[in-house]
């Protein structure tokens, strides 16, 4: 296992979208996250509001990869429709440097990602929705403090539910 540092989120600005078009077209990101978008279609999703909140996280300085949340209840477009929880949000992430994974630094991002989101006392709960072929993904976020809730489909097809609670009061810094 790699030791890690902190791990620093930085909101995504203009300036990282580029770099953000050149992460998605990785091979190790493509086979899990899809096909890429253009330049001017991710710029629109991330850069013109809305609930879901992107970030570049950074280790020493360096950017190490994305991870985005957003507000689970209202998602719109067939996702989530069951859900009655306003203080549920949802997370996706990856790491861009393909030399980097398989060493722990995945679920240390995700772990210090979630504690940030249950900073805010209207947190209940963070979902996460990897492949039920993701392996290496489902080990991590268990890893982080998930647990499957169970296979769910979802309009970009079938996904393994898992959710990490509020810890109690006495277990947040
Ligand atoms: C998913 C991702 C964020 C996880 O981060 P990471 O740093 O690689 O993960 P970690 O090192 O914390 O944990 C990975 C675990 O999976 C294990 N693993 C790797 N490949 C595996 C496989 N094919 N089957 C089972 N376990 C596997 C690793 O051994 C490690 O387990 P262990 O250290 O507990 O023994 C990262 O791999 C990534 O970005 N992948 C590409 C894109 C992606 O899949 N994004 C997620 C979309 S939901």
Avoid: K
Avoid at 56 to 81: M, N, R, T
Avoid at 130 to 142: D, E, G, K, L, V
Avoid at 162 to 171: I, L
């Amino acid at each position: 296992m790699t030791r890690v540092g902190t791990i620093e989120f930085r909101a995504l600005t203009e300036a990282d979208v580029p770099m953000l078009h050149d992460w998605l077209l990785r091979p190790h990101v493509r086979q899990w996250w899809g096909p890429a978008e253009s330049v001017e279609e991710l710029r629109e999703d991330y850069l013109t509001g809305g609930s879901t909140h992107a970030f570049i996280a950074h280790l020493a300085g360096e950017p190490i990869g994305f991870i985005q949340s957003y507000v689970v209840l209202g998602s719109g477009d067939g996702w989530w429709e069951d859900e009655t929880d306003p203080g549920a949000r949802g997370i996706d992430q990856f790491l861009a440097h393909a030399g980097q994974l398989n060493r722990g630094l995945g679920r240390a991002m995700v772990r210090e990602f979630v504690e940030q989101l249950f900073a805010d006392p209207v947190v209940t709960v963070v979902q996460t929705d990897p492949s039920p072929h993701n392996a290496r993904a489902i080990r991590c976020y268990t890893a982080a403090g998930f647990a499957a809730v169970g296979e769910v489909v979802t309009p970009d097809g079938p996904a393994l539910l898992m959710r990490c609670h509020r810890p109690p009061a006495s277990a947040l810094r």
